[in-house]
């Protein structure tokens, strides 16, 4: 049987990735903000929490930790090497591997810092749990990382199969893509993106995950070696741009600070 990946909601935005098999009880969860969503949706399916898998340090992605160990003291917790994440029976750093054998699957670790300076995602087969350094149509805000950093992680992320799809941690898409109109107001893949999110937000269901290959249309953070995005950053910075970085930079500081 195939493994299933459902998001699990939390907070006003977040989604908590749940991963199993339909013929196990074992399942892993990816970014426990919050333990009673995570509870709730075990005890409702009669699964075992075996597994919890990390991106990064922030209370919305860790806050639930101390809970679902307390009730399933087995489950192995995963997990940059960062001391402000609590609780970790295993850190881990670039290309290491995860097994997990109750759902007879493998991920690669890539380091992608930037929004945090120790944050990773997790990459199987064409899945990317990618937490908050990539959203739907947008990027995560530099913390305590750098731009130079995430501009690099990003670049690292085009690098895979345009057919991966990709679990981000929050439902940013429509604001994400608001921000894509305005650097690319002309274009018809971010105005179909718009009309297809709008569509799915009114019927109460998740925009994500995304393929790298919907990014690659509209996403204005892997599009920085495009004109009409460089033309757009240039007119921000009021001044040329050399090079991708500097672009990405550019429009990072131009949506955190005019549209954010």
């Known amino acids: 049987m195939c493994l299933i990946i459902e998001p699990i909601p939390a907070f ?8 199993y098999r339909p013929d196990g ?19 409702r399916d009669g699964r075992r929490l075996d597994a919890i898998l990390i991106t990064h340090h922030h209370a ?6 101390a809970e679902l160990r307390r009730r399933w003291p087995q489950a192995e917790v995963f997990g940059p090497e960062d001391r402000r994440i609590p609780g970790l029976t295993r850190v881990l750093a670039d290309g290491d591997r995860v097994p997990l054998a109750g ?13 945090t300076a120790t944050h990773i995602a ?7 749990f990618c937490g908050d350094t990539l959203f739907a149509a947008g990027c995560g805000r530099v913390f305590d990382g750098t731009f130079e950093q995430l501009a690099a992680s990003l670049q690292r992320i085009a690098e895979l199969p345009a057919s991966t799809r990709c679990y981000c941690a929050h439902e940013y898409t429509l604001a994400n893509l608001g921000f894509a109109r305005w650097v690319e107001p002309d274009s ?22 995304t393929t790298l290959a919907e990014e690659f249309a509209v996403n204005p953070f892997l599009r920085t070696a495009e004109p009409a995005v460089i033309a757009a950053a240039e007119r921000f910075a009021g001044r040329p741009l050399e090079g991708q970085t500097q672009v990405f930079m550019a ?10």
């Open 188 to 209: 018809p893949a971010v105005a179909a993106a718009i009309t297809a999110a709008e569509q799915r937000r009114a019927q109460g269901q998740p925009t994500v995950p």
């Open 25 to 43: 009880a074992s399942c892993a969860v990816v970014d426990p903000g919050a333990a009673e969503p995570v509870i709730a949706r075990l005890q």
């Open 103 to 115: 759902l007879e699957c493998e991920f690669e670790v890539m380091a992608v810092p930037g929004h």
């Open 251 to 260: 429009l990072r500081r131009w949506k955190d600070e005019r549209y954010d």
């Open 60 to 65: 919305d992605h860790i806050g639930g930790l």
């Open 12 to 19: 006003e935005d977040n989604y908590i990735w749940l991963l």
């Open 122 to 128: 997790y990459r199987g087969k064409d899945r990317l």
